[in-house]
Each structure stands twice: as C-alpha cells, then as structure tokens.
C-alpha cells in the first residue's frame, strides 16, 4: 500500500514502515540508518514528517538520534518483563535462555538514617545492611543493584548459604514478602555505575527504585536496581476498573 493511501497521519505510516525495515533487517541493529535527505526521498515524505516519526520511534526506544552524527537502530531488548510482576532479575534472565551471574562489590554495615526508620517502620532501627552487585547474563553485565534492609535481616554470610536476598530475610525475619511498591526513572551519565555495566556514554540506563513489603504493610528491603535499558524493557498491564 502506497503511504498516502492510509487514511493515518503520515508520520504513523513512516513509523511503521521504519519498523518493518528494522524487522526484516534493512535497517540493522546498532548501524546508522541513511540520512535524512535519503530516507524521505526514499518513503515518498518531507523531512519534517521524517523527523517527527523519528521523534516518536526514539521515545519508544527503538532508534537513538545523536546531534551532528545520525539516527542509530537500537539493540532490541533481551530481557522483557511486566512491572506489576514481582519477579527477580535472577528468574529475568533464566527466562531469556541466559546463564545468570552474581558478582558482589561490597558489603557494609551503616548507621540506620532517620529516612530508613521511616521507611522500614522502626524508629529503633540502629544500622542497616547495604550491598552492592552486578548481576551478568553469560558473564555479560546487565544490572547494577543496590540493596539494603535491616542489618539484623541480611548478612553475607547467610546470602551465600541461601543464594537469594529474598529468602535469607525472610528465614531471618520469619517474615513473607508480598509486595513492592516501585518507580523506575530514566539515568543519564555516571561514571561509576556506567564503567560496571561496560555502557557507552549516550547509552540510558533504568533506575527501578523498589520497597519491598511483607502482608502487614511493614517495609524489610530497599532496592536500587540499574538495568542496561538496550538489554531490558519492561510493560504495565492496566484494566478499566
């Protein structure tokens, strides 16, 4: 079908018609597509429209325009999961057909802020336990967590025995974890957390900020996990109420 016999805006049309180039492998993952003058002489369309459609294909996160280089296709994301799913990034990457790693940065025991009494409900609350890892699929650097939790819940050497900070506090505390109330925002540069998980600079990474509850409402484990957003994308399932 010629484009301008869609009755839809014309930039949908291009979009679309971008996608299935990318899905048939004319545009190629990570290769620059061809130059704006080119691709609008090549779908028919002005390079306003072109660049309106390339507007929305990079909010999706299917393409990434740099200034003064050109429009690249994004790597398509290994690792897909719904956001109301409290799964781990352990059953994440198992699910992709991935070898999932661990590797552990740091251990500390830290005085309790007045933030985290209020976060995890007790105002005793002397020191908190905080660990860092990465976590790799086929030795390859995906995410960058950060967890803490009281210290009485988690310690290393329990997580070594019981593989999984979920498990080690909920034996240690004798409590069930049933939910999380997450926010994921979008990170730019930083330096530290960049050179772990190997990104180039004008890579984005998500920041999926986690509190993890038990039935009674009562807070036990804080996450920071940084996902590699070429590796990862995830969905939220909303149903009119």
């Known amino acids: 079908?010629?484009?301008?016999?869609?009755?839809?805006?014309?930039?949908?049309?291009?979009?679309d018609?971008?996608?299935?180039?990318?899905?048939?492998?004319?545009?190629?993952?990570?290769?620059?597509?061809?130059?704006?003058?080119?691709l609008s002489k090549?779908?028919?369309?002005?390079?306003?429209t072109l660049r309106e459609a390339l507007r929305m294909l990079e909010e999706d996160n299917i393409v990434t325009r740099r200034h003064g280089v050109g429009t690249f296709v994004n790597t398509k994301p290994l690792f897909q999961a719904g956001i109301e799913e409290l799964s781990s990034v352990t059953q994440m990457i198992k699910?992709?057909?991935?070898k999932p790693g661990t590797q552990y940065i740091s251990t500390d025991i830290l005085d309790a802020?007045?933030?985290?009494?209020?976060?995890?409900?007790?105002?005793?609350?002397?020191?908190?336990?905080?660990?860092?890892?990465?976590?790799?699929?086929?030795?390859?650097?995906?995410?960058?967590?950060?967890?803490?939790?009281?210290a009485s819940y988690l310690s290393l050497e329990k997580l070594r025995e019981m593989a999984s900070i979920f498990s080690t506090i909920e034996a240690a505390s004798e409590k069930q974890i049933?939910?999380?109330?997450?926010n994921i925002?979008?990170?730019?540069?930083?330096?530290?957390?960049?050179?772990?998980?190997?990104c180039t600079p004008d890579q984005p990474l998500l920041l999926l900020k986690q509190m993890h509850y038990t039935s009674n409402d009562e807070g036990v484990l804080?996450?920071?996990?940084y996902f590699r957003a070429d590796m990862f994308s995830f969905q939220v399932v909303r149903r009119r109420l």
């Open 185 to 198: 925002e979008p990170i730019t540069y930083h330096e530290r957390i960049y050179s772990i998980l190997q």
């Open 95 to 98: 699910q992709s057909g991935k």
């Open 178 to 182: 049933t939910y999380a109330v997450a």
């Open 17 to 38: 018609k971008i996608k299935a180039g990318i899905e048939d492998g004319l545009y190629k993952e990570e290769e620059k597509l061809p130059s704006e003058y080119e």
């Open 113 to 150: 802020t007045e933030q985290e009494k209020r976060d995890f409900s007790n105002p005793d609350l002397e020191y908190v336990t905080a660990i860092e890892r990465i976590r790799t699929a086929d030795d390859v650097p995906v995410v960058f967590c950060v967890d803490k939790a009281p």
């Open 42 to 48: 090549q779908l028919g369309v002005s390079r306003a």
């Open 1 to 15: 079908m010629n484009l301008r016999e869609d009755a839809r805006h014309l930039y949908l049309q291009v979009m």
């Open 222 to 225: 804080y996450s920071m996990n």
